[in-house]
């Protein structure tokens, strides 16, 4: 089942990558395009006649919603660990804009979402995936704005919307559906914001902390309303801090998540921002701020998780929570990041083991 707890997970965000990515561009389309989503614009879709618009949205439907299944029976064949994953807001484009939403109101529109959605959702279950969404940057639930913040809680009810046709929705955090605070409004427009969303949306909902206005002290305002998710790289760009999972603010943010397991958001900045940098030490963010680094930059995603101090503090919370690895290479970087950790622990114990043998041989000498 989706509720988390049996064992500890790593997951990515999206996209599927092949493990040979040195193939031509066009074979790696063909071998990746089965388990990734396909969109589509406005633009194009204005341009078009009514019956080739949706003909095109049509398939689109068909091919993405086929794309989540693919997607989570390869999530659901990996190692029990590494069975979580984020899917695409883009499954139904166009969902929400205003010129086109009819097309998804339609009777047999509906009926085919309801219907293989379903079997989406209980393949997650059947394999133990866990499953999440993350709307985008323009889902401003606490904006100052009150049309922008009708147009942010429309878009956040499509997320449930597919996550009610999975199945989910219907206990707290079966689903995660994360969100910036963002907005000038702050935890008392989000709190305002929960108050218009569906019963399904109020399970689902999880605000993170971002790297800029609203940081982990403002999203603890909404510990008693809400699910929270620590990103553990916003903190540091914000703070500078690398936070400890025993501190007394992450206690809280697992206290939100009502006994389910929680989920922490991991990034590292980009390879080839902090060039020459020392991977067995971590970053200082004062020390790269005098040497002339940008916080922008610095806040920008890797492709893969290269820094080894880094990780080793991003699995400290791995016995606490699960955790999402953001980078650009997606599967590729939480599978590489799962199999450092247990080169790591499997290089512990043999040198622990070759300390005790030492120890045994210089005592067995002493004693003779």
Not at 9 to 23: L, P, S, V
Not at 156 to 172: L, P, S, T
Not at 200 to 214: F, Y
């Amino acid at each position: 089942m989706n509720l988390p707890g049996t064992y500890k997970r790593i997951g990515f965000a999206c996209k599927y990558m092949h493990e040979d990515q040195t193939q031509k561009k066009k074979i790696l389309e063909e071998i990746q395009r089965p388990l990734n989503t396909r969109s589509t614009t406005v633009q194009w879709l204005n341009r078009q006649t009514k019956e080739v618009a949706e003909q095109r949205l049509w398939d689109i439907m068909e091919h993405n919603i086929q794309s989540f299944y693919n997607l989570i029976s390869y999530v659901g064949g990996l190692p029990n660990e590494l069975r979580m994953v984020r899917l695409g807001s883009d499954v139904l484009p166009v969902y929400t804009e205003p010129t086109w939403s009819y097309f998804w109101r339609k009777p047999d529109v509906r009926k085919y979402c309801e219907t293989n959605f379903a079997h989406v959702g209980a393949k997650a279950r059947e394999l133990d995936v866990r499953v999440s969404m993350h709307p985008g940057q323009f889902t401003v639930l606490a904006s100052d704005n009150p049309d922008i913040v009708n147009r942010s809680i429309e878009e956040f009810e499509y997320h449930i919307d597919v996550a009610r046709w999975m199945g989910y929705g219907k206990n707290f955090q079966d689903f995660k559906c994360n969100v910036h605070i963002s907005g000038r409004q702050g935890p008392a427009g989000i709190k305002a914001a929960l108050k218009r969303l569906s019963p399904e949306a109020r399970n689902c909902i999880t605000i993170e902390n971002d790297e800029n206005k609203w940081g982990l002290e403002h999203s603890l305002e909404l510990v008693d309303d809400l699910a929270l998710v620590l990103d553990i790289h916003h903190h540091w760009c914000r703070e500078g801090e690398y936070i400890e999972p025993t501190d007394d603010r992450y206690k809280r943010v697992i206290d939100s998540w009502r006994g389910v397991r929680p989920v922490i958001h991991y990034s590292v900045s980009r390879e080839d921002i902090l060039v020459g940098h020392d991977d067995s030490t971590l970053p200082a963010m004062g020390k790269l701020i005098e040497m002339g680094h940008k916080k922008g930059k610095l806040r920008a995603h890797s492709d893969f998780m290269w820094n080894h101090a880094v990780n080793d503090w991003a699995l400290s919370f791995w016995d606490y929570t699960d955790i999402m690895v953001e980078s650009k290479a997606k599967n590729l970087a939480s599978e590489k990041l799962h199999k450092y950790f247990y080169e790591r622990e499997r290089n512990f114990i043999r040198e622990q083991s070759n300390q005790e043998s030492t120890r045994a041989r210089t005592s067995k000498v002493y004693t003779t």
